[in-house]
């Protein structure tokens, strides 16, 4: 944090580090998983969808013995409750 010693203001210094760091960061291309490398905007959008979509998508199998392991937070009167649709 040597920005922190020189000063967190607006200064010179501090927006150099920012802009530094951020050039850092960036994503300039992704892998995909046939060893093609994305370096469009739309190709990377398109690399990281069908990922995440592939991340979070169900699995096949039988997930109740997993869910039977956990401890229920909301009875079933309180779930009923949240879910209603909320009238005025």
């Known amino acids: 944090m040597h920005w922190l010693k020189e000063g967190g203001m607006n ?8 802009v530094a760091r ?4 960036k994503v300039t291309k992704l892998r ?11 190709e990377m959008c398109t ?11 169900p699995n096949a199998g ?11 937070c909301v009875s079933m009167d309180n779930n009923i409750m949240l879910t209603t649709p909320i009238t005025k």
């Not at 200064?11 to 920012?18: L, N, Q, V, Y």
């Not at 690399?47 to 998508?57: G, I, K, N, R, S």
């Open 22 to 25: 951020g050039k850092m960061k």
């Open 62 to 72: 039988v997930h109740e013995p997993v869910l039977d392991l956990m401890s229920h």
């Open 11 to 18: 200064t010179k210094f501090f927006h150099t580090s920012a």
């Open 32 to 42: 995909t998983d046939d060893g093609r490398t994305a370096t469009s905007q739309e």
């Open 47 to 57: 690399v990281a969808q069908v990922y995440f979509e592939h991340l979070f998508a």
